[in-house]
């Protein structure tokens, strides 16, 4: 590109970039994310894609995403990354799988994103997958916009569910809007910094609500509609504004402090308050660590990592997607870029978009951004990309499995096949792999139930071997390491019955119990045992 050529094209990009938000909903299943996003996207005016997602959650007694997506071709695909404009942004919205697809691309989605929405059903109140999710935040610190939906039912105390986030996930809460009311009662909530009171119309299901605001808590008008709430309200607020946290944008960004929303997502209410907020304060793209150096979103040029692959998604084909977030710079299709772990160049033909229902091809994309490569095996989990130079992402980790199981081989002969298979999921993100240092079985781990059924399922159908799984004495497993080369093998000969390598050759300790485990940290204080393992 000539100076002049670049000059031009640079603050055009500069201001695609930044004015990109990529986040996350995170949630416990039925809170109301698939809800949530659907209004969302209604705001985006990306209608028919509410219907879209609709028809997924329709399709929820398919036994997984992928499987899924053969009974409603396109479907699950197209959203598991949404791209639509709101106010002059462009919102990239990440779908953690949930229910029966929890599985760990549910974490590692939250690797690619710069901010997350935690939402939180007001009767439940703060959830075991919430805490779950809300850890892998943490990693990064990455900022949280909290929403307390249903409130068009009876709900906790308000003040009750912010100390419950406190004190359980550990993180400040800042009131931003406050409900008037619950259930049949829910009159609407009052925005704490813009003194507005947002009327609550109930049954806005279908269409963008007009919202009736009443300015200042003072306005005669509000006392008029609502003369049995506002004696209440006032002392109520008269009090957050003495003790409540002030919202903090800083606090905010640096993962410490959550301004939280209260509405309901089925009505419609309080959505709007949030997409601003995430136009307002959510960080655009950040920077992104790499091996050798820290990699600024508006550097000119291309660089990104691959945090998820999902295979069959056209099973005529046989092939597998994966999912790019593009940390730098500006792609165009039919870019030459690095595939550093192959030290090759490819030149990216036709890559995939998620800006509509169908797969789109994409010109354009910038930092912020997802794209699909097509890929026949080659993309691996946790794989950078980048116009040459030597820059290997990192914080995309494997995260220790909840779950395992023992391999079982109906045809002894086919063993070299299923390690073949086993090897190359494992390298998918699909499942994690452990070779017990004793004896000859494999054990699988995963984080969902369900990753287990679709390896057997892709063991038969892409590798035609037969597996069955067990169970198997593990409850949790830790990637182990010393600094003393002779400690680590005095641990590793007396624990041997305990140790596996994984995919990667990794030692890790595959522990019988959490007390199992906590024993074995005590005993053994100079071995490091890590809860997750990065890929490169
Ligand atoms: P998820 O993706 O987090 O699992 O939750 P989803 O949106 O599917 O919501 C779970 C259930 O909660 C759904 O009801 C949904 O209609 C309901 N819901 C979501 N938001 C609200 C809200 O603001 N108020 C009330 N009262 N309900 C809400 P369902 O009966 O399980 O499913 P459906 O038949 O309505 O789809």
Redesign the pocket.
């Given at each position: 590109m000539s100076e002049n050529a670049e000059a031009l094209s640079r603050p055009h990009s500069l201001d695609e970039i930044r004015r990109r938000r990529t986040f996350a909903i995170i949630?416990?299943?039925?809170?109301?994310?698939?809800?949530?996003t659907e209004k969302l996207l209604l705001f985006g005016g990306a209608i028919q894609m509410a219907g879209t997602v609709?028809a997924r959650?329709s399709s929820r007694h398919a036994t997984s995403d992928w499987m899924a997506i053969e009974k409603s071709r396109g479907i699950s695909v197209a959203s598991s990354v949404m791209q639509f404009e709101y106010a002059d942004h462009v919102i990239n919205l990440l779908d953690t799988p949930?229910?029966q697809d929890f599985s760990e691309d549910t974490y590692r989605v939250l690797t690619a994103v710069d901010s997350a929405l935690m939402?939180i059903d007001a009767a439940n109140g703060v959830e075991a997958q919430t805490i779950k999710l809300l850890e892998v935040c943490r990693l990064r610190d990455t900022p949280i916009i909290t929403f307390m939906?249903?409130?068009?039912?009876e709900s906790r105390d308000p003040t009750e569910l912010m100390d419950e986030v406190e004190s359980v996930l550990g993180i400040a809460c800042a009131p931003v809007t406050w409900p008037v009311g619950m259930g049949k009662r829910f009159r609407g909530v009052y925005h704490l910094l813009r003194d507005e009171m947002l009327v609550f119309t109930p049954g806005q299901e279908s269409r963008e609500q007009e919202l009736e605001i009443i300015s200042g808590l003072d306005n005669p008008e509000v006392d008029r509609r609502f003369p049995e709430e506002m004696a209440d309200l006032r002392d109520e607020i008269e009090l957050l504004r003495a003790a409540a946290n002030p919202f903090d944008l800083d606090a905010f960004l640096a993962g410490k402090q959550t301004p939280v929303f209260f509405?309901?997502?089925?009505?419609n209410f309080g959505v709007r308050e949030l997409l601003q907020a995430l136009i307002d304060w959510a960080p655009g793209p950040l920077p992104r660590p790499a091996t050798s150096r820290c990699v600024e979103p508006d550097e000119e040029k291309f660089s990104g990592f691959v945090f998820k692959i999902q295979a069959n998604m056209d099973p005529q084909h046989r092939d597998r997607v994966a999912f790019l977030r593009i940390c730098s710079g500006h792609f165009q299709r039919g870019m030459r870029v690095r595939h550093l772990r192959l030290g090759r160049e490819i030149q990216i033909h036709n890559p995939i978009t998620f800006l509509a229902r169908e797969r789109e091809l994409v010109e354009d994309a910038y930092a912020g951004d997802i794209i699909g490569l097509h890929n026949h095996g080659s993309i691996q989990i946790g794989d950078s990309f980048s116009m040459g130079e030597d820059l290997q992402f990192t914080g995309i980790p494997y995260f220790a499995p909840e779950l395992f199981r023992r391999v079982r081989l109906r045809n002894p002969l086919k063993a070299k096949q299923l390690q073949k298979g086993l090897q190359q999921l494992a390298e998918e993100g699909a499942t994690q792999v452990f070779r017990p240092l004793q004896g000859g079985d494999l054990i699988l781990g995963a984080v969902g139930v369900l990753q287990f059924d679709v390896v057997a399922e892709r063991l038969k159908s892409e590798y035609a071997v037969e597996a069955s799984f067990e169970p198997v004495n593990v409850q949790t497993a830790r990637w182990v390491e010393c600094a003393d080369a002779k400690r680590l093998a005095e641990f590793s000969r007396k624990l041997e019955e305990h140790l596996a390598e994984d995919a990667g050759n990794r030692l890790a300790y595959l522990a019988p119990s959490r007390v199992n485990l906590e024993l074995t940290q005590e005993r053994w204080p100079e071995i490091i045992f890590h809860a997750t393992r990065e890929h490169a």
């Amino acid at each position: 590109m000539s100076e002049n050529a670049e000059a031009l094209s640079r603050p055009h990009s500069l201001d695609e970039i930044r004015r990109r938000r990529t986040f996350a909903i995170i949630s416990h299943p039925d809170a109301g994310k698939t809800t949530l996003t659907e209004k969302l996207l209604l705001f985006g005016g990306a209608i028919q894609m509410a219907g879209t997602v609709k028809a997924r959650k329709s399709s929820r007694h398919a036994t997984s995403d992928w499987m899924a997506i053969e009974k409603s071709r396109g479907i699950s695909v197209a959203s598991s990354v949404m791209q639509f404009e709101y106010a002059d942004h462009v919102i990239n919205l990440l779908d953690t799988p949930g229910h029966q697809d929890f599985s760990e691309d549910t974490y590692r989605v939250l690797t690619a994103v710069d901010s997350a929405l935690m939402v939180i059903d007001a009767a439940n109140g703060v959830e075991a997958q919430t805490i779950k999710l809300l850890e892998v935040c943490r990693l990064r610190d990455t900022p949280i916009i909290t929403f307390m939906n249903k409130f068009d039912r009876e709900s906790r105390d308000p003040t009750e569910l912010m100390d419950e986030v406190e004190s359980v996930l550990g993180i400040a809460c800042a009131p931003v809007t406050w409900p008037v009311g619950m259930g049949k009662r829910f009159r609407g909530v009052y925005h704490l910094l813009r003194d507005e009171m947002l009327v609550f119309t109930p049954g806005q299901e279908s269409r963008e609500q007009e919202l009736e605001i009443i300015s200042g808590l003072d306005n005669p008008e509000v006392d008029r509609r609502f003369p049995e709430e506002m004696a209440d309200l006032r002392d109520e607020i008269e009090l957050l504004r003495a003790a409540a946290n002030p919202f903090d944008l800083d606090a905010f960004l640096a993962g410490k402090q959550t301004p939280v929303f209260f509405g309901s997502a089925i009505n419609n209410f309080g959505v709007r308050e949030l997409l601003q907020a995430l136009i307002d304060w959510a960080p655009g793209p950040l920077p992104r660590p790499a091996t050798s150096r820290c990699v600024e979103p508006d550097e000119e040029k291309f660089s990104g990592f691959v945090f998820k692959i999902q295979a069959n998604m056209d099973p005529q084909h046989r092939d597998r997607v994966a999912f790019l977030r593009i940390c730098s710079g500006h792609f165009q299709r039919g870019m030459r870029v690095r595939h550093l772990r192959l030290g090759r160049e490819i030149q990216i033909h036709n890559p995939i978009t998620f800006l509509a229902r169908e797969r789109e091809l994409v010109e354009d994309a910038y930092a912020g951004d997802i794209i699909g490569l097509h890929n026949h095996g080659s993309i691996q989990i946790g794989d950078s990309f980048s116009m040459g130079e030597d820059l290997q992402f990192t914080g995309i980790p494997y995260f220790a499995p909840e779950l395992f199981r023992r391999v079982r081989l109906r045809n002894p002969l086919k063993a070299k096949q299923l390690q073949k298979g086993l090897q190359q999921l494992a390298e998918e993100g699909a499942t994690q792999v452990f070779r017990p240092l004793q004896g000859g079985d494999l054990i699988l781990g995963a984080v969902g139930v369900l990753q287990f059924d679709v390896v057997a399922e892709r063991l038969k159908s892409e590798y035609a071997v037969e597996a069955s799984f067990e169970p198997v004495n593990v409850q949790t497993a830790r990637w182990v390491e010393c600094a003393d080369a002779k400690r680590l093998a005095e641990f590793s000969r007396k624990l041997e019955e305990h140790l596996a390598e994984d995919a990667g050759n990794r030692l890790a300790y595959l522990a019988p119990s959490r007390v199992n485990l906590e024993l074995t940290q005590e005993r053994w204080p100079e071995i490091i045992f890590h809860a997750t393992r990065e890929h490169a």
